[in-house]
T-cell receptor
Framework: DTEVTQTPKHLVMGMTNKKSLKCEQH?????MYWYKQKAKKPPELMFV???????INESVPSRFSPECPNSSLLNLHLHALQPEDSALYLC???????????????FGDGTRLSIL | ELKVEQNPLFLSMQEGKNYTIYCNYSTTSDRLYWYRQDPGKSLESLFVLLSNGAVKQEGRLMASLDTKARLSTLHITAAVHDLSATYFC????????????FGKGTHLIIQP
């Protein structure tokens, strides 16, 4: 079991649907991340939230909309996705306090997304 | 742009053998991480290397960091089947909250 919980584990949606991915952690981490991982590829950074504010957006298309409602939750809202967006979406969290920012990012199990 | 290169990308080896995975990176960062990923699973943190000359060991795995050469190694000693997985090195370039840049990963198969 991981300390970062992602739901749902699997999601199949059509290109016109709207859905959301959810991520939750209770480790007191103030940095949270979304990564996208295609099959047999490394994870690629999408977004970084620092103290609940978006600090990094890696030029992700607007059909992906992140949201951080509080320090424990991170959402990724999906709308009008394309088949090439099918991938494993990983959430991660890490500490931010001085002296602890070098600790590893803790990853959730991911949501496996398929776009029909 | 930060680049992280791993080699080999695929490695098939027999139980009991030793081998080393290499990770080169293009930045002056001194923060390097090793992760393991089993098929269909998430990433498990293995090692955090934060300074030049850092060496860490856990069981049959040992990781080291040479910041001057911008090189990290993951050494496997007397491999066992349970170590079969994909291993990623990742570099943290910025300060505070920053995304990891991953190498392409090394797909390791250990055969009995």
């Amino acid at each position: 079991d991981t300390e970062v919980t992602q739901t749902p584990k699997h999601l199949v949606m059509g290109m016109t649907n709207k859905k959301s991915l959810k991520c939750e952690q209770h480790m007191g981490h103030r940095a949270m991340y979304w990564y996208k991982q295609k099959a047999k590829k490394p994870p690629e950074l999408m977004f970084v939230y620092s103290y609940e504010k978006l600090s990094i957006n890696e030029s992700v298309p607007s059909r992906f909309s992140p949201e951080c409602p509080n320090s424990s939750l991170l959402n990724l809202h999906l709308h009008a996705l394309q088949p090439e967006d099918s991938a494993l979406y990983l959430c991660a969290s890490s500490r931010l306090w001085s002296g602890e920012s070098n600790q590893p990012q803790h990853f959730g199990d991911g949501t496996r997304l398929s776009i029909l | 742009e930060l680049k992280v290169e791993q080699n080999p990308l695929f490695l098939s080896m027999q139980e009991g053998k030793n081998y080393t995975i290499y990770c080169n990176y293009s930045t002056t960062s001194d923060r390097l991480y090793w992760y393991r990923q089993d098929p269909g699973k998430s990433l498990e943190s293995l090692f955090v290397l934060l300074s030049n000359g850092a060496v860490k060991q856990e069981g049959r795995l040992m990781a080291s960091l040479d910041t001057k050469a911008r090189l990290s190694t993951l050494h496997i000693t007397a491999a066992v089947h349970d170590l079969s997985a994909t291993y990623f090195c990742a570099v943290l370039e910025g300060g505070g909250a920053d995304g990891l840049t991953f190498g392409k990963g090394t797909h390791l198969i250990i055969q009995p």
